[in-house]
């Protein structure tokens, strides 16, 4: 098969390639444009909104040949997109950086009937590590596990998400007398939006707020607003203005049936933790590990409930313990930044 060339006239510093339609990015892809100083316009390539993977993937390999530009650097933000352009990959090699914020195996196994697919999912495993060390030269992780799922390559490097809400000075005031539930994110049952509804009927005089997602079909209790999903200078102003009038609690209860769920480390939890707010939530290993440290309470926790309610010093010392346990864990690496910047 003849090689497509690729014209060297075009010079870019780099591209991200992800197979997610990114109109916003997501806050991940910028934090990684930002480290790396790339244009948000000609850096990241996305297909359009569709459910059809397929569709997705075919966009992606067709928007690379049309560009042809001979990168110095790609970044790639999938296991599917990394199986899908290894070809073309191959043609460059030592130039490709693999972004890789889930465990993918797990989840892709679980879509198509884990765990009857354990076989899918241990063949996955092996596509993915043996496809990383073939075609890049770094891998970025974001959780703990991820690191210890890829430490057989010899480039892994930990980059933990730092949440844009931590640079906005939102302060959660232990001392107000009324209590709010925030949830941020895709409301649905495998994320906990059955548990967070049935939170509501039990406490009936605090409010919650979802972010992120449109109202069930099912009626819902009065106290539950719902918000679409909005910038997220927006976001951070709404929330910024639900802090004026309440102390808020993060809600994180995503069910571990899903392999990659289980192990992954959530995006909310960091943001509510940023904010001082602190966590209600199940006992999944990575939210379970911030409620221990002190940084929150477990959902069926009704005696702690009870005195998150009614009493302000408990209040200021769980929302102490999230912010004591963000800026232990989650501020900003320099010397990932760094590595990941080389």
Request: charged share 20%; aromatic share 10%; with cysteine.
């Amino acid at each position: 098969m003849q090689r497509r060339k690729y014209s060297t006239n075009v010079q870019s510093p780099g591209c991200l390639i992800t197979p997610y339609h990114m109109a916003p990015p997501s806050v991940r892809v910028m934090q990684l444009l930002r480290i790396l100083g790339w244009p948000l316009q000609s850096a990241v390539i996305h297909p359009p909104k569709t459910n059809n993977i397929i569709r997705r993937l075919l966009h992606l390999r067709k928007a690379i040949h049309q560009r042809k530009v001979r990168y110095r650097s790609v970044i790639v933000y999938d296991l599917l997109t990394l199986i899908a352009l290894a070809d073309i990959f191959m043609m460059h090699p030592g130039r490709v950086t693999y972004d890789c914020t889930d465990y993918f195996p797990g989840y892709y196994a679980f879509q198509l009937g884990y765990p009857r697919n354990r076989l899918l999912k241990k063949s996955m495993e092996f596509i993915e590590k043996t496809l990383s060390r073939m075609l890049c030269r770094k891998v970025v992780v974001n959780s703990k596990f991820l690191k210890s799922y890829h430490a057989a390559h010899k480039n892994t490097i930990y980059l933990s998400y730092e949440s844009p809400l931590a640079r906005l000075g939102i302060h959660n005031q232990h001392d107000l007398p009324r209590v709010a539930f925030v949830y941020l994110g895709v409301f649905s049952k495998d994320k906990g939006s059955d548990e967070f509804l049935s939170l509501s009927h039990r406490l009936q005089n605090c409010s919650f707020f979802v972010f992120g997602a449109s109202p069930p079909s099912t009626e819902c209790p009065k106290n539950v607003s719902f918000l679409p999903r909005i910038p997220i200078d927006q976001l951070a102003e709404e929330i910024r203005q639900i802090t004026t009038s309440y102390f808020v609690v993060g809600a994180s209860i995503i069910h571990s049936d899903n392999p990659s769920y289980a192990v992954q480390e959530a995006n909310k939890d960091i943001d509510y933790l940023a904010c001082g707010f602190p966590i209600i939530g199940n006992r999944r290993q990575p939210t379970a590990e911030k409620i221990l440290a002190g940084a929150g309470l477990f959902y069926d926790d009704h005696p702690g409930l009870a005195r998150l309610l009614s009493e302000p010093t408990f209040r200021q010392r769980l929302s102490q313990g999230a912010t004591s346990y963000y800026r232990t864990h989650y501020t900003s690496n320099r010397l990932a930044q760094r590595r990941v910047a080389l």
